[in-house]
């Protein structure tokens, strides 16, 4: 019996989904319009369809499906819409004022301070309640936990029925028994309230961070559990002719949610955790995209994944994507581990727009999937990116090779109105928004690369997405990139990308010394691993098939900063010690340019010990394709805008062979995306399937 798993990658405009054969490797892929309104529709239709297509039937069922893996965008757009309400924070007594004070930071500098207004609070103060008691930093008890108090804000809550419910207290990195306290009186007095404590979310030090993490924790809770669940729902439904049981997971299909970090979860377990999927779907695109590279020869590249609402960027080290627990969504610092990712608003439904001096404006603000671009004739009234690429012949009249008609007509009478307002042409208006959004994703790249120490012309850069590859010329002569690499079927990367990662949780403890106990640390990474183990065998990994990886964030004493870098395994003594120091030097230097290595004044401080734990899976094998031995004929013709109107050939992507190469100007179109090749660049097809675009 054929067993099939499916990823489902929820964006803007499109949802993606792959389906991989476990028996033979064969991949399927397709895609459909999302439904912003509830995007499990969206999600139950792109697999019903997908195992339709891949059955070569019209009544596949779901009795073939051994997994589902979902990347969400659900906790990311209520953060990024600021749609938070009804939050409450209970934290330690005189530390009220906490979020008000946060860092003390200014936007842009101090230039900005007398224009700068402070944005509200994710709790404002009327809603924050203080308990008696306190830890120091050792987690040693110095004041008693005060139960009276805590009674009295539980009922305050309850009595205002306030439901999602936050709490930090001081140190409880050290020692979380104020918290579990906190926790049994509210799910005594308040069994209504959906309640997040810090040493559950983020068991590390900082407190303005770690309240923070720990309140958007609280304030995605109730949606993504009312999601996830109407899924699980669903998909029982779309399944209930079968009976399916994992170890650990009891009956049912196994159905898990793309991390942050780089893993997935189950379902059953990510809703006690939902803040760690805010960056699900593009985390998942950059893991692919790795793949799909390393396996072309490319371990080090930049990836770009450009969609309807956004362009999300990141960059492949050695084949593993950055991460980060610095990184932000909207304007809350997340101190949760993520693969460091950099999104600007230019994506295919990316609006232009005049300012009020005049001048032409690309995003961030985007039209979305629904009423989407004028050419999609839904009732969209703004010139779009996607229009400008109509306008010109960059795209082809339809979408999804046919199943969605462009309107044409409504892309040209948009840009030309636009162009009366702003006095051009209507090809160097098309153009001059294509140029802007060009920009302004160099700008996300440099961001990623210059502001991080890197050399942009040293990676070649992976394009997916269904607008990834649109740009790829202009970015290539913009950045001085060495080539960009498009993937065969490159609206469906991140899609695919679900079905190569493993189950990742990751831990942490803050432990602050110069002078490292190493049976401290021994004991710490114990626990920690403990942890790890307990959460592997809910997820049904054997035990033999854990596996841990350990890191240390270290810094020079005296500096604000700490620097990640991996712990070996194995005991800890002088020698795992030393490993740890030395690649510290070395990664300090290679991040900031300087180091203390030799010099003794520079102590070493030991900051946070991290241990994470992986369950591997099976990867999708990515084949081989064979080599052809002409060049192919173009498949039509039409008028193309690069420099000029031109006849341009249209070539279809199914139809090169590795080796292939085509010269612009050209066009290749596929299923899914589109690949506008300029005068003066090739497209070579490498025995991957990858078009691999170079200037010539």
């Known amino acids: 019996m054929r067993s099939v798993r499916i990823g489902v990658d929820t964006g803007g405009t499109f949802t993606d989904v792959v389906a991989v054969d476990e028996q033979t490797g064969e991949i399927t892929t397709t895609k459909t319009p999302s439904t912003p309104a509830n995007p499990a529709d969206g999600f139950m239709e792109g697999v019903r369809k997908v195992l339709r297509k891949a059955a070569g039937a019209e009544d596949a069922t779901m009795d073939a499906v051994s997994a589902v893996v979902h990347g969400t965008t659900v906790a990311t757009n209520q953060l990024l819409e600021d749609r938070i309400a009804d939050l409450g924070f209970v934290t330690t ?84 028994a104020h918290e579990l306290r906190m926790r049994e009186v509210l799910e005594r007095e308040h069994p209504d309230a959906v309640v997040s404590i810090s040493c559950d979310v983020l068991r590390e030090y900082r407190e303005y961070e770690r309240s923070v993490t720990t309140l958007v924790d609280a304030a995605v809770k109730p949606t993504m559990r009312r999601y996830i669940a109407n899924l699980s729902e669903r998909l029982e439904a779309a399944s209930s002719t079968r009976v399916v049981a994992r170890a650990g997971r009891g009956s049912g299909m196994p159905f898990s949610v793309m991390k942050s970090n780089g893993g997935v979860l189950s379902a059953a377990e990510v809703v006690h955790q939902p803040i760690t999927t805010v960056l699900s779907g593009p985390a998942a695109g950059a893991l692919g995209a790795a793949l799909i590279a390393a396996t072309a020869g490319h371990p080090s590249v930049i990836t770009l994944d450009g969609g309807g609402t956004s362009t ?39 609006v232009a727009w005049i300012s009020p001096e005049g001048t032409l404006k690309v995003g961030p603000r985007s039209a979305g999937a629904d009423p989407g671009p004028l050419c999609y004739g839904r009732g969209g009234t703004e010139v779009t990116v996607t229009d400008a690429h109509v306008f010109l012949g960059r795209v082809p009249p339809h979408l999804l090779g046919g199943e969605i008609p462009l309107d044409a007509d409504a892309a040209r009478e948009g840009i030309e109105a ?58 290539i002569d913009i950045l001085g990139l060495p080539s960009v690499i498009v993937p065969p079927e490159p609206g469906n990367v991140s899609a695919f990308g679900l079905l190569t990662v493993d189950v990742k949780n990751d831990y942490v403890r803050t432990f602050v010394t110069r002078d490292l106990s190493l049976e401290s640390a021994e004991e710490i990474f114990g ?50 010690r030393a490993e740890v120091l030395d690649r510290f030097h070395t990664e300090h230097r290679k991040l900031y340019g300087y180091g203390y290595r030799d010099d003794p004044r520079h102590g070493v401080e030991w900051v946070n010990l991290r241990v994470s734990g992986i369950g591997p899976i099976t990867r999708p094998v990515i084949r081989r394709g064979p080599h052809g031995d002409r060049r192919p004929e173009p498949v039509a013709s039409r008028e193309v805008f690069y420099d000029e109107w031109g006849t341009t050939p249209i070539h279809r992507r199914s139809d090169l062979a590795a080796g292939v190469e085509i010269a612009g100007p050209a066009v290749i179109e596929e299923y899914g995306s589109t690949l506008p090749l300029h005068p003066g660049f090739t497209a070579t097809m490498d025995e991957f399937g990858n078009l691999e675009v170079r200037r010539a």
């Open 418 to 475: 636009l162009a009366g307002k702003i006095g051009l042409s209507p090809e160097r208006t098309a153009a001059g928004i294509l140029e802007i959004s060009a920009f302004n994703q160099s700008n996300a790249i440099r961001q990623i690369t210059v502001k991080r120490g890197l050399d942009v012309r040293d990676f070649p850069m992976v394009a997916f997405g269904g607008s990834g590859p649109l740009l790829v010329c202009r970015l």
């Open 93 to 176: 007594e005189g530390f009220e004022f906490i979020l008000e004070i946060a860092r003390q930071s200014v936007p842009d500098g101090y230039g900005n301070s007398y224009f700068w207004v402070k944005p509200p609070r994710i709790v404002p103060v009327h809603r924050v309640r203080t308990v008696g008691g306190r830890l120091d930093h050792t987690g040693a008890e110095v004041r008693p936990f005060d139960e009276e108090q805590a009674v009295a804000a539980a009922r305050w809550f309850r009595d205002r029925g306030v439901t999602a419910i936050g709490v930090c207290f001081l140190h409880s990195y050290a020692n979380p």
């Open 527 to 576: 626990d920690l691993e403990g942890q790890a183990a307990s959460a592997l065998d809910r997820e049904g990994f054997a035990t033999g098939a854990h596996v841990y990886a350990r890191s240390a964030d270290l810094r020079y004493y005296g500096q604000a900063y700490e620097v990640r870098v991996p712990a070996p395994s194995g005991p800890l003594d002088e020698d795992w």
């Open 312 to 350: 999300d960027v990141a960059v492949v080290v050695d084949g593993e994507p950055s991460l980060t627990t610095e990184g932000s969504i909207g304007r809350y610092p997340c101190k949760i581990p993520m693969i460091d990712i950099v999104t600007v608003g230019a994506g295919g439904g990316s």
